[in-house]
Every structure is written in structure tokens, then in C-alpha cells.
């Protein structure tokens, strides 16, 4: 992220109009990418001094990418994507269900720069349950009707040669010219193995089946980047009912990008607890019936308002059992929400998260209020 005194060229040598007016079809917009930038157009072969006469909008640079296998019997099948969304207060990027959900959301400056990393990988299921330590893992973060379940990106990583049966995911995406508020649809087929032997190899997965069940993915960024909103919905593709079993991973990080806190020091305040508290490896957090809930967060012992570390909550609609911390590295603090449904043989089962991010505690407060409004309707 540039500070106000440095610039990026985007076009060069750009012809005016006979009433001063201009375009720059060609420019350069990969240069401002994952950045928010002031569009200035300056005389050419110039560096004014006093920018200000010279100013003009204010530009969020997206990115969006999706990934798919490369040869064998899947070649060009769609398994995961990237998808970079910046506004004004801040930005998120996302990977698939499987692969991170939220991958990373930031908090900007006052000079436009990011100045702080607040969450990093959040709502989303690995075919992992425990990081830490995978040879421990004895199931799936997704279960379909108590077998371990598998997203595209997770086949991916078993066996991408696999056939038939390999699953794909399809996306789109929305962005709003003005404000920089987005929409992303995503769709994906559920798979599992033939053989339950765990953890899945190519040998013991050479093709996937499907489970019944698909998941519809809603994500909303808006109030200027403060807030991301994910609803997903799973639903019969057999016209049968299904049950689940998933255990939610999300993966915090609350540090600025030049400061020395690591997120081993990341603390918590989960529903029914009255303080915040840091959490130790395997830490089980038994939650209340209450729904919807938040679970806040923040770094210990930074003040209010403080730029170097923000602060976030986690907002469910959905009846939680428990929390499990399974990772705590200095670069993230993770747990896993355990949640289960049933799936109507007609109809689907929703899950909605909120993941709020600011720098003052009343700002994400309200954030928290907004979203178990929504949650309510």
C-alpha cells in the first residue's frame, strides 16, 4: 500500500479532448490492484508539488481468479477461486467453502493503507479437523449422514486424478462501481469417498460419490468493508434427508502489519462469559443454546481504538455446541464452531455468519446488533 507521497503510473501521454476531456482506455489498472488509490491526472511529464487541484476518485483495485485442474481425466474442472474485495474502511478476500472462506480480512488507515490483518481463513471446512497435528485428525470438518463429506478443493487435495465423480464449484461476483459493496454466489457439490478409510488417499479414493447434498453460498461485504455476511444453504439433491456434522474452522490474526504481536496472545469473549480470555491448545469452550450469538475478539491488552491490532466479532444464527482451539501459531489463533442440521428431503438447511471487523469496540457492537437483527428476520 502506498503512503500519500508515493504514486503509481497508470497511463502516460494521455490526449485531451478539444473541451479538456480525456480517457485512458489502456491504463495500467494491475498496478493498483489489492490497493485503494486517488486517481490524479497531472500534466504530463510532471510532479506538482501541491496535489491537491489534481485530485480525483477514489479507486479500489480487485482481483478475481479461478483455479481448475490442470490434465488428466478432470482437466479444466473448476475446484476453488480468488476473489480480492476492497472498500473504502477496508477489504476481505475469499477462497471456496474448502479452501479458506474469508482468506484474510484488513482494516485501512487513515492515509488509505492497510494498517492492521484481523481475520484469516474463517467459515469454511478443511478435510482436516486438527492442523496441529493431522495424524491425530480422525474425521472430516464435513460430515454428510456421519461419513466424512469433501468440497471440490478438498478432492482436489485427495486425489485430483480421481474419476468419476470429481466435484467442481461455480461462482459469480457483484461489486457495486460506488461503494465497493459485493455479492458472491457460489455453488458446490458435496462428495465422499467409497472407502471411509481416514485420512483419504488416491488409492483408497479413486473415484468420489456423490452425498445427496449441495451447498448455495451467499457472501455480502459492506458497510464500507466493516462487515461480511455468509449465508450457506445445504440442500437434497436425492430428495432425501440428510444429516450434518461440521465443525466450522476460523482462523484469527489481529495484528498490524507493522507491529510485533503474534496471535498467541489473541483473546476471546464467547457467549455467556462476562470477560475476554486467551486460549491454550485443545482449549473446548462449551457453548449456550442461545442463538443468534457473537463470540468477540481482540488482542490482549491494546486499548479501544487502537490502529495496530482492530477489533471483530463473530456473529451465528445457528445453535453452537462448542468451540475447539486446534491451532495457536504466532501468524493465527484457530478453533473450529461445532454446529449440526438436518437437511429436509424438500428444502434447505442455512447456516449465516457475520464477521465484523473495526478499529472501536462500539463500532463492531452495532455491527453485532445489525447482524442478529438480520439474523432474526
Same mark, same amino acid.
Given at each position: 500500500?502506498?503512503?500519500?507521497?508515493? +504514486?503509481?503510473?497508470?497511463a502516460s501521454?494521455v490526449p485531451?479532448?478539444?473541451?479538456? =476531456?480525456?480517457?485512458?482506455p489502456?491504463?495500467?489498472?494491475?498496478?493498483?490492484?489489492?490497493?485503494l $488509490?486517488?486517481l490524479?491526472?497531472?500534466p504530463?511529464?510532471?510532479v506538482?508539488?501541491?496535489?491537491?487541484?489534481f485530485?480525483?476518485?477514489?479507486?479500489?483495485?480487485?482481483? #478475481?481468479?479461478?483455479y481448475?485442474?490442470n490434465?488428466g481425466p478432470?482437466?479444466g474442472? &473448476?475446484?476453488?477461486?480468488?476473489i480480492?474485495?476492497q472498500?473504502?474502511?477496508?477489504?476481505?478476500?475469499?477462497?471456496s467453502l474448502g479452501? $479458506?472462506? !474469508?482468506d484474510?480480512a +484488513?482494516?485501512?488507515?487513515?492515509?488509505?493503507?492497510?494498517?492492521?490483518?484481523?481475520?484469516? $481463513?474463517?467459515?469454511?471446512?478443511y +478435510?482436516?479437523e486438527?492442523?496441529?497435528n =493431522?495424524?491425530? =485428525?480422525?474425521?472430516? *470438518?464435513?460430515?454428510?449422514?456421519?461419513?466424512?463429506?469433501?468440497?471440490?478443493?478438498?478432492?482436489?487435495?485427495?486425489?485430483? @486424478?480421481?474419476?468419476p465423480?470429481?466435484?467442481t464449484?461455480?461462482?459469480?461476483?457483484?461489486?457495486? &462501481?460506488?461503494?465497493?459493496?459485493?455479492? !458472491?454466489? *457460489?455453488?458446490?457439490?458435496l462428495?465422499? $469417498?467409497p472407502?471411509q478409510?481416514? &485420512? &483419504?488417499? %488416491?488409492a483408497?479414493c479413486?473415484?468420489?460419490?456423490?452425498?445427496?447434498? /449441495?451447498?448455495?453460498r451467499? !457472501?455480502? *461485504?459492506?458497510?464500507?468493508?466493516h462487515l461480511?455476511?455468509?449465508?450457506?444453504r445445504?440442500k437434497?439433491?436425492?430428495g432425501?434427508?440428510?444429516?450434518?456434522?461440521?465443525?466450522? @474452522?476460523?482462523?484469527?490474526?489481529?495484528?498490524g502489519?507493522?507491529?510485533?504481536?503474534?496471535?498467541?496472545?489473541?483473546?476471546?469473549?464467547?457467549p455467556?462469559q462476562r470477560?475476554?480470555s486467551?486460549?491454550?491448545?485443545?482449549d473446548?469452550?462449551?457453548? %449456550?443454546?442461545?442463538?443468534?450469538?457473537?463470540i468477540?475478539i481482540?488482542?490482549?491488552?491494546q486499548?479501544?481504538?487502537?490502529p495496530?491490532s482492530? #477489533?471483530?466479532? !463473530?456473529?451465528?444464527d445457528r445453535?453452537?455446541?462448542?468451540?475447539?482451539?486446534?491451532?495457536?501459531?504466532?501468524s493465527h489463533?484457530?478453533f473450529?464452531?461445532h454446529?449440526h442440521?438436518k437437511?429436509?428431503?424438500?428444502?434447505?438447511?442455512?447456516?449465516?455468519f457475520?464477521?465484523a471487523?473495526?478499529?472501536t469496540?462500539?463500532?463492531?457492537?452495532s455491527?453485532?446488533?445489525?447482524?442478529?437483527?438480520r439474523? /432474526?428476520r
Open positions: 500500500m502506498l503512503p500519500r507521497h508515493q +504514486y503509481e503510473t497508470v501521454v485531451l479532448g478539444g473541451d479538456g =476531456s480525456f480517457s485512458a489502456a491504463a495500467d489498472l494491475s498496478k493498483i490492484q489489492y490497493k $488509490c486517488r490524479r491526472a497531472v504530463a511529464g510532471s506538482p508539488v501541491n496535489l491537491a487541484p485530485r480525483g476518485p477514489l479507486v479500489g483495485g480487485d482481483a #478475481r481468479r479461478t481448475r485442474v490434465g478432470n482437466d474442472a &473448476p475446484y476453488d477461486f480468488y480480492w474485495a472498500q473504502r474502511a477496508g477489504a476481505f478476500d475469499y477462497d479452501s $479458506c472462506g !474469508i484474510d +484488513y482494516l485501512n488507515g487513515s492515509t488509505l493503507d492497510i494498517v492492521t490483518t484481523t481475520y484469516y $481463513c474463517n467459515a469454511w471446512l +478435510y482436516y486438527n492442523f496441529a =493431522s495424524s491425530a =485428525s480422525k474425521r472430516s *470438518e464435513l460430515r454428510i449422514d456421519g461419513v466424512n463429506a469433501y468440497t471440490p478443493d478438498a478432492a482436489r487435495s485427495i486425489n485430483l @486424478q480421481a474419476s465423480g470429481f466435484p464449484v461455480h461462482f459469480s461476483l457483484k461489486v457495486d &462501481p460506488v461503494s465497493g459493496e459485493a455479492t !458472491i454466489h *457460489e455453488s458446490e457439490q462428495v465422499r $469417498c472407502d478409510t481416514f &485420512p &483419504p488417499t %488416491p483408497s479413486p473415484r468420489f460419490v456423490p452425498t445427496g447434498v /449441495r451447498d448455495r451467499t !457472501i455480502v *461485504e459492506d458497510h464500507s468493508g461480511a455476511t455468509i449465508t450457506d445445504f437434497s439433491t436425492n432425501k434427508a440428510h444429516r450434518l456434522d461440521l465443525l466450522w @474452522q476460523n482462523d484469527q490474526r489481529f495484528f502489519t507493522g507491529a510485533s504481536f503474534d496471535a498467541t496472545t489473541v483473546a476471546y469473549r464467547f455467556g470477560h475476554y486467551t486460549h491454550a491448545l485443545d473446548v469452550v462449551d457453548l %449456550p443454546r442461545t442463538a443468534p450469538a457473537s468477540l481482540k488482542q490482549r491488552g486499548p479501544d481504538g487502537d495496530n482492530g #477489533r471483530g466479532a !463473530i456473529v451465528y445453535r453452537a455446541t462448542s468451540a475447539t482451539f486446534n491451532q495457536l501459531e504466532t489463533s484457530d473450529y464452531l454446529q442440521a437437511v429436509p428431503s424438500r428444502g434447505s438447511a442455512a447456516f449465516h457475520a464477521y471487523q473495526a478499529f469496540q462500539d463500532t463492531v457492537n455491527l453485532v446488533r445489525l447482524s442478529k437483527k439474523f /432474526r
